[in-house]
């Protein structure tokens, strides 16, 4: 049981240059939709309504998700308003234009993301907004805009760094301690990121945001470039810590290995981005789907939606429904995440994008319990068993504790010393663990 004391230290945990904004916007992971992963460049108004109003059929709406975002390709290619200076709306994709689609999502009670890039031209060569920060920030205002997503294609070579930093993920051989082997041009001792090209075309973007009279949120996408970690939390409320995800299991397991070396840096207005969801894309089984989704759920990551939700199977939505997982992602009295307390199939600390840590342990304030995940990152069926007393929440706190499924929503009654669970490959357990019994 978490004491009223304790909850009110782990509310009162926000890192000192967080960007706090209003009405708690930011404050605790987003949840939405995003058109990317199902959609790429074939957005269209009709795609971004469909997934808005399956929002809201899908009872999406009503366990927090509110985000319908449109990703790349969405503007006129190669020219702004000669006037205004302002990016085109595709008039054919978007026939009533940006501000049309965002009224219509708002009409249903849910907002409106769009996307840009920190450079010249967006990833798929649209125009973006280095540059042109202000007047982009007063049209998406004016649109009535509730979520930028900000990419980090087009940089012009003015604007790269002078130094580079280590990305874990990118890097064979790497570690998590920020350093890598044969890595050019690295930082200087003491370098302070802040102080990159990165962060700064990132700042300008954040305070042209600011000037607006809408609160629009802040979502950072330079792909852990730069030690964002370090800076990020002060620049927007969420920002990408690796390259992109892809729906296969492999890319999911290597985005894991490294977050999991992040969690420090989770707290309430601030969250390492493992990018969006792919449950629902390519082949990942329905054991690796709900294994991809619990993991981002404990890692309090934003919950980005990324697959065509009229298209979306009973499994796939039972696992983003999971009411367990929404509750502790959503914790409003503790913004820490779940932390590894045993890498299990390595020993811990191990560096392995192919079997990440297997053991994780959070408190939640809402359910007054524990939340232990058991993750099985071999091929093979095998068995996993978490102990009480190596749980950091539990110990000294008994032998026996009243246990749920998180899956099936099963009471398992009082539980002496240990639970074991026969997983499948890449499936996960999730426990809702309370009061010693």
Request: proline share 5%.
């Amino acid at each position: 049981m978490l004491t009223s004391l304790t909850l009110a230290v782990l509310a009162a945990v926000v890192p000192a240059n967080a960007l706090v904004r209003p009405d708690g916007v930011g404050r605790l992971p987003a949840l939405g939709w995003n058109s990317w992963n199902a959609f790429g460049c074939n957005v269209n108004a009709s795609a971004i309504l469909t997934a808005a109003n399956e929002i809201v059929e899908l009872g999406l709406k009503d366990l927090g998700y509110e985000y319908v975002n449109i990703d790349d390709c969405w503007s006129v290619m190669d020219e702004r308003n000669s006037t205004t200076q302002r990016i085109i709306p595709n008039a054919t994709k978007f026939p009533d234009g940006i501000s049309g689609v965002a009224s219509q999502v708002h009409d249903l009670g849910l907002k409106i993301g769009i996307y840009s890039s920190a450079g010249m031209v967006t990833c798929a060569g649209y125009p973006a907004s280095l540059g042109f920060e202000q007047i982009d920030a007063e049209a998406f205002a004016d649109w009535g805009i509730d979520y930028l997503k900000y990419d980090n294609c087009g940089v012009p070579s003015n604007w790269t760094d002078t130094y580079n930093a280590c990305v874990p993920d990118d890097s064979i051989g790497s570690n998590p301690n920020g350093t890598c082997p044969d890595l050019t041009d690295p930082a200087p001792p003491g370098y302070n990121w802040a102080d990159s090209n990165t962060s700064i075309r990132y700042d300008r973007m954040r305070d042209a945001l600011l000037d607006q009279n809408r609160t629009i949120l802040f979502s950072l996408c330079d792909w852990g470039d730069a030690a964002v970690n370090t800076w990020g939390n002060e620049t927007g409320n969420s920002w990408r810590m690796s390259g992109d995800i892809e729906a296969y299991w492999s890319r999911v397991a290597q985005i894991v290995n490294e977050n999991s070396f992040l969690m420090n840096y989770v707290g309430f207005w601030g969250h390492p981005d493992p990018d969006m969801l792919e449950v629902g894309n390519g082949n990942l089984t329905v054991a690796e789907n709900r294994a991809h989704f619990a993991l981002w759920a404990i890692m309090k990551s934003p919950l980005i939606i990324g697959t065509a939700l009229n298209e979306l199977s009973d499994d796939n939505l039972a696992t983003l429904s999971n009411k367990y997982l929404i509750k502790f992602s959503q914790d409003p009295l503790i913004g820490r995440s779940a932390h590894p307390y045993k890498w299990g199939y390595n020993p811990d600390w191990t560096f392995d994008p192919v079997h990440p840590a297997e053991y994780w342990s959070g408190p939640s304030s809402t359910m007054k319990a524990t939340l232990i995940l058991m993750l099985n990152t071999e091929e093979k069926r095998s068995t996993r068993t978490a102990v009480w007393s190596e749980v950091p929440e539990l110990k000294g706190k008994g032998n026996s504790f009243r246990v749920t499924d998180a899956w099936s929503g099963k009471d398992l009654g009082c539980v002496h010393k240990s639970h074991s669970v026969s997983l499948e490959s890449h499936d996960v357990s999730v426990l809702i663990v309370k009061g010693s019994c």
